[in-house]
């Protein structure tokens, strides 16, 4: 059993920040790739940022320099720090993780998992 836990979210003022928190837990035996999406209402969901086991990271367009990802492979836990916050940045963010789980070779497979999500509000 996997678990992909956010924290973070919450009702911030435009221009203001936020930092999202994501920990996978349960019988875990190596994380590929883990990742931040966002569907806000009416909309798809959509890729924000995403960060590979080796370091290496890519933003979606609209971040511009605004939101920071990162990651702590011994805690199996990822971040996404957001400065400057627009109104349209609000939305559910969604922790994604590529991950083999299984501590026994026999029982070892590699899936995409999704946490709860967690609401992200802008507004003044």
């Known amino acids: 059993q996997v678990q992909l836990v956010e924290s973070g979210g919450g009702l911030v003022q435009p221009g203001g920040s936020l930092t999202l928190s994501c920990a996978a837990s349960g019988r875990i035996f190596s994380i590929n790739a883990m990742g931040w999406y966002r569907q806000a209402p009416g909309k798809q969901r959509e890729l924000v940022a995403g960060?590979?086991?080796?370091?290496?990271?890519d933003y979606a367009d609209f971040v511009s320099g605004r939101f920071t990802i990162s990651r702590d492979n011994a805690k199996n836990t990822v971040y996404l720090q957001m400065n400057s916050l627009k109104p349209e940045d609000t939305a559910v963010y969604y922790c994604?993780?590529?991950?083999?789980?299984?501590?026994?070779?026999?029982?070892?497979?590699?899936?995409?998992?999704w946490g709860q999500g967690t609401q992200v509000t802008v507004s003044s």
């Open positions: 960060i590979t086991s080796g370091g290496s990271i």
């Open positions: 994604n993780a590529d991950l083999t789980a299984g501590l026994l070779i026999v029982a070892r497979k590699r899936g995409t998992y």
